[in-house]
């Protein structure tokens, strides 16, 4: 009998990035593998609609909710860096997170976390007073909300000094760079579609806290949370084979917390 401590994993999906007519992901197939569902606020992609379909996709799913705010930038998908102040920012990120928590609780759902789009958390990685402002943003709203951010970097230092629960999140379908940022997408390798790839160094940094870059380092981290994004092809699939890769391993998946009701 194996007595050994079983590993806890959360897996969590980009998703409600769809926009009026135009489709983007594959939210339903996802849906059924992961763990908890960060939900666009209609500034990088999402509308009312979208927003609201996807939180009930999610309830019905026994998957938590979160906001998943970005810059607005509906033509860049909010991939685009932008230059604003940290007060824009911070009320930029309170207005998304209110949004999707109203659209929420129409559909008997609380939030249960927060995790930065695009360009704004790859900027939050790295500037330590846009991390800050995105913070403060989450603990004027609800400090019981737990914050995504990658291992080490601004935006996990902030969330910890404001207070905050904050999960370290890993990349299933990204690869990374020397100093454990993502690679950008515009390069060749940065998206991850082999679901062989995506289990095998998931079980990497599950199990051993331990990624290799693109130029062979090899780094270290733990993490809370692994992310796959609905719009990588095969997302449904690759996700579910994720899932059960996981298990496989003894890996148990569940959410952070306990859903709130």
Not at 81 to 96: A, G, H, I, R
Not at 224 to 250: F, N, Q
């Amino acid at each position: 009998m194996n007595l050994e401590p079983q590993l806890r994993i959360d897996l969590n999906s980009d998703v409600g990035e769809s926009f009026g007519p135009w489709k983007m992901g594959a939210d339903a197939d996802v849906m059924r593998s992961i763990t908890s569902a960060n939900v666009a606020c209609g500034f990088h992609a999402g509308d009312p609609g979208v927003m609201r379909a996807t939180v009930r996709l999610a309830r019905e799913a026994g998957v938590s909710v979160g906001a998943h705010p970005g810059f607005p930038d509906l033509p860049g998908f909010g991939r685009r860096e932008m230059k604003m102040s940290t007060k824009d920012v911070e009320d930029m990120v309170l207005y998304q997170i209110g949004a999707l928590a109203a659209i929420a609780l129409a559909e008997g759902v609380r939030l249960t976390h927060v995790k930065a789009h695009g360009a704004l958390y790859n900027m939050a990685v790295r500037d330590r007073a846009l991390a800050d402002s995105i913070a403060r943003a989450v603990k004027t709203f609800d400090r019981s909300l737990i914050l995504f951010a990658l291992p080490a970097s601004e935006l996990l230092l902030a969330g910890e000094r404001a207070g905050l629960q904050i999960a370290s999140e890993g990349f299933a379908d990204r690869a990374y760079d020397a100093d454990g940022s993502l690679a950008p997408r515009s390069d060749p390798g940065s998206v991850i579609e082999d679901p062989a790839e995506v289990v095998r160094r998931s079980l990497k940094m599950v199990q051993e806290g331990r990624v290799v870059a693109r130029n062979g380092t090899e780094l270290r981290f733990h993490v809370d949370t692994l992310c796959t994004h609905g719009d990588t092809p095969g997302a449904g699939e690759l996700t579910r084979l994720l899932l059960e890769g996981l298990r496989h391993e003894g890996v148990s998946v569940a959410p952070l917390a306990a859903i709130p009701s």
